[in-house]
C-alpha cells in the first residue's frame, strides 16, 4: 500500500462535529402520545468520534478539522481537548452546529435510528483546508459525510491531492448507507479515486458493490482501492487487498447498550494501531476489540477515566 507513513505519527482527522441526543427506548415508538425514554444530550459526529477512538487508543497526536456554529463552538472544543484531541473547529456566522437525534432500541439489538441536521458540517469547504495541515501527519482520514454536500466534495478532492502529493495515505469511512443510496455507488466512487483505505459497514459495501454478499462486496472493492476494511458489526471484520478477502477477524461477544458509534470506534482504534505499526488485520483486531467498548456504552466517544464515565455521564448531564 503506497504511502504506509512512520509509525508514532500524527493523525489528521477531517470530518464532522455534530450534538447527539441521544434517546433509549424500550419496544415500538407509540405513535401521537408519549414513550418513555432515557435521553443524553451528548457530543458527537462521526469525524469527531473517530479522532476521539484514536486517541483513546494510543495515538498521541490527533488533530481534527470540523466547522460548527458559534452557540457549542466552546462546548465541542472542551470536549475534544478533554479526550486528547487537537481541534481546529471553524465556526459558522450562519449556520448552527449539526444535530443528529439517536433513537436507540433499548432490546437486545440495541440498533439506532438517525435523525439527521447537518448543519454547519455540511459547509466544510476547500477555503477551510490549509496544506499546513498535514504538517507532522503520518494519516489523513476523511468522514465520509463529506461526500454529501458540494463544499465537502471539493474539500475532499483537495485534501486527497494534498496528502497524495506528500506522500500521506488517505482512509474513508462512507459513514452513511441511506446518503450514500442518494448520491449513488458510481459518484461515491468516482469522488474516492485516490485513497488507499476504505472502512464501509456491512450494507454500505454491499450497496457500492452491487451485491448482497459482503465479502463478494469487500473483494470487489478491494479491486479499486488498495485496502477494504468491512465492519461487520457482531461478525467481527473483513480485510481485502487485491480482489480477495484476506482475513476475517471475530468480534468481540458483547452485550450492547447502545451502538452509536461503534464503527467510529473501530475506524479510530484501526488507525491507532496503523500508526502504530500494525498490519492490517493486527488493526481490525483492535478495531473490533473498541467495537466492543463502544457498544456498551450511551453515545459515540470512548471513556475518559477509569470508572469508564465520560464528562456527561460523571455530571448527569
Not at 449556520?95 to 438517525?114: H, I, K, M, N, W
Not at 454500505?204 to 454478499?213: F, I, K, R, Y
Not at 463478494?216 to 480485510?239: C, F, H
Not at 500508526?275 to 450511551?298: F, H, K, N, Q, Y
Request: hydrophobic share 50%; glycine share 14%; with cysteine.
Amino acid at each position: 500500500m503506497r504511502g504506509g507513513g512512520a509509525p508514532g505519527g500524527g493523525l489528521l482527522v477531517v470530518g464532522d462535529v455534530v450534538t447527539d441526543v441521544v434517546a433509549r427506548h424500550r419496544g415500538a415508538l407509540a405513535t401521537g402520545t408519549d414513550t418513555a425514554a432515557e435521553i443524553r444530550l451528548v457530543p458527537g459526529g462521526a469525524g469527531a468520534n473517530v479522532a476521539c477512538w484514536a486517541a483513546h487508543r494510543g495515538c498521541r497526536d490527533v488533530r481534527l478539522l470540523g466547522r460548527v456554529g458559534a452557540e457549542t463552538a466552546a462546548w465541542h472544543e472542551r470536549e475534544l481537548a478533554a479526550s486528547g484531541v487537537r481541534a481546529r473547529l471553524v465556526v459558522d456566522a450562519e449556520a448552527p452546529t449539526g444535530t443528529v437525534v439517536c433513537l436507540v432500541d433499548g432490546a437486545a439489538s440495541a440498533e439506532r435510528t438517525f435523525l439527521t441536521d447537518s448543519g454547519a458540517s455540511l459547509r466544510l469547504a476547500p477555503g477551510d483546508w490549509s496544506d499546513t495541515l498535514l504538517d507532522g501527519v503520518a494519516r489523513l482520514h476523511l468522514s465520509g459525510y463529506l461526500l454529501f454536500s458540494a463544499p465537502g466534495r471539493a474539500l475532499v478532492a483537495v485534501a486527497v491531492a494534498s496528502a497524495r502529493a506528500r506522500g500521506v495515505p488517505v482512509s474513508l469511512d462512507p459513514a452513511s448507507a441511506g446518503f450514500l443510496a442518494a448520491l449513488g455507488a458510481g459518484r461515491f466512487l468516482e469522488l474516492v479515486e485516490g485513497v488507499d483505505v476504505l472502512l464501509p459497514s456491512r450494507d454500505e459495501a454491499c450497496l457500492l458493490a452491487g451485491v448482497t454478499d459482503p465479502a463478494v462486496a469487500a473483494a470487489e472493492l478491494s479491486r479499486r482501492i488498495p485496502l477494504v476494511v468491512a465492519k461487520q458489526g457482531a461478525d467481527g471484520a473483513l480485510v481485502a487487498r487485491d480482489g480477495a478477502v484476506r482475513a476475517r477477524v471475530p468480534a468481540l461477544a458483547v452485550a450492547p447498550r447502545d451502538t452509536t458509534g461503534a464503527g467510529d470506534a473501530f475506524t479510530g482504534a484501526f488507525l491507532a494501531a496503523l500508526l502504530a505499526g500494525a498490519g492490517p488485520e493486527e488493526a481490525a483486531a483492535e478495531g473490533c476489540s473498541a467495537g466492543a467498548l463502544a457498544v456498551g456504552r450511551v453515545g459515540g466517544r470512548p471513556p475518559r477515566d477509569a470508572s469508564g464515565n465520560t464528562f456527561e455521564d460523571a455530571s448527569g448531564g
